[in-house]
């Protein structure tokens, strides 16, 4: 049985292990955290992505180490990288995990047979190729291949994409991760394959217009509201233009989450870098910001202090446990600080993160 191994195992690279396991291959995992592998191992992960706990119990191949040893040393040609790339403070992101799994491939040697770095953790436009020099002369290639998935379907997203985006440096290896596609997608998408550094542009451009599309609509609302015409009746019909489309296209919070405002950000960046100012993804930037601050005043009007405001979930996603760059959050931090009783909806999960974060700030009601 064919081997493959992914560094990483975190909420992108768990789904992704257990996919891959489950089309047929011996699956080798890695992560840092001792706790997350032994929980792995035990199956006893929890999740609260659908069906990563399910997958986890049926899965037969699936073998996760904590000793990097066992990677290198194994029989697995195509080794997936998955590891955090968080944002630094200028916008672009901190390579510093990848690198470190490079340095320790780089010094394991040059391999006697070809063996395949596949990176899907969101890199800068660049960094794949200076990944390429480091390791091309030690018979490893490289491919950049990000996904595109939403949280709280990460498992169905990766089974069903519109397209898979690698990103590749001769076509046999492009081949060799389309093959495990193929295996992998119950769908018929398209692949889209390209350099390098075309795929890593394609990665931040797609979060860019997506997050223009939101922030358009939010626009639109805002002013609708403004003059009490109505928000959703315009916005259904302008997205059923198959020109425009329905999806991310209606009026509420402004986007968040850990994807899209950061790699909004890293493409204003990166087009900066190259000496090409990009207004739109950072007027994009500002128009989430305009409307939060629209939703709070709105919010302001309809509801008076000392009477509860109910918040039916503060997650950036209902349903995901996640509170980075949450707009909903945002909102009730910002009203409970001038005042207002806010109550909040959520899961004991989410409910226990936020108790630790901002003590006797909310008062909560468990929602399961
Ligand atoms: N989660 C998503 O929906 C999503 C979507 C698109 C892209 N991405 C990208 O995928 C990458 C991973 O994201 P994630 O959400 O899975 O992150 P995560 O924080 O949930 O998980 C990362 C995992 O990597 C492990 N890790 C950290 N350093 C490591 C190292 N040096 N070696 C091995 N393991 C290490 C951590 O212990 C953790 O388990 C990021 O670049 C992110 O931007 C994530």
């Known amino acids: 049985m064919e081997k493959i191994a992914i560094m990483g195992l975190g909420r992108l690279g768990i789904c992704l292990a257990l996919n891959i396991e489950r089309i047929g291959y011996s699956v080798l995992g890695f992560d840092i955290s001792e706790d997350r592998v032994s929980l792995i191992n035990q199956k006893k992960l929890q999740s609260t992505e659908p069906l990563v706990e399910e997958f986890l119990l049926s899965a037969t191949n699936f073998l996760a180490t904590s000793n990097i040893k066992e990677v290198l040393t194994s029989s697995a040609e195509i080794i997936f990288i998955v590891v955090p790339t968080p944002s630094l403070p200028d916008n672009s ?9 490079i ?23 660049g960094y794949c190729d200076s990944v390429k020099n480091t390791l091309g002369e030690l018979n490893y290639t490289i491919t950049y291949n990000p996904e595109f998935i939403a949280q709280g379907s990460i498992i169905k997203d990766q089974q069903f994409p519109d397209q898979v985006l690698i990103g590749e440096t001769n076509p046999d290896t492009g081949n060799k991760i389309e093959a495990v596609y193929k295996k992998l997608c119950k769908n018929n998408p398209r692949y889209c394959r390209m350099s390098l550094v075309s795929a890593e542009i394609t990665k931040l451009a797609t979060n860019c217009f997506l997050t223009t599309k939101i922030a358009f609509a939010n626009a639109v609302g805002d002013i609708a509201t403004k003059v009490n015409a109505e928000p959703d009746k315009i916005l259904n019909a302008i997205g059923s233009d198959s020109r425009i489309g329905e999806k991310y296209f209606k009026y509420g919070f402004g986007y968040g989450g850990p994807c899209f405002p950061r790699d909004n950000k890293a493409f204003t960046h990166f087009a900066n870098n190259i000496n090409y100012q990009m207004h ?5 930037d500002v128009a989430n910001m305009q409307h939060a601050d629209f939703i709070e005043d709105v919010w302001k009007d309809k509801n008076s202090i000392g009477a509860p405001i109910i918040f039916d979930s503060v997650t950036y996603k209902k349903g995901t446990d996640i509170l980075e760059e949450s707009q909903q959050l945002k909102l009730a931090l910002s009203l409970a600080r001038q005042g207002y009783k806010i109550v909040i909806k959520e899961s004991k999960m989410v409910i226990s993160q936020l108790e630790k974060l901002y003590p006797n700030m909310f008062i909560y009601e468990i929602n399961e």
């Not at 340095?103 to 395949?116: D, I, V």
């Open 280 to 284: 739109l993804s950072h007027s994009t």
């Open 93 to 101: 992101f901190n390579h510093d995990a990848i690198d470190r799994i």
């Open 103 to 125: 340095k320790e491939l780089a010094a394991y040697g040059k391999q006697p047979s070809t063996k395949h770095v596949v990176i899907n953790s969101t890199v800068m436009p």
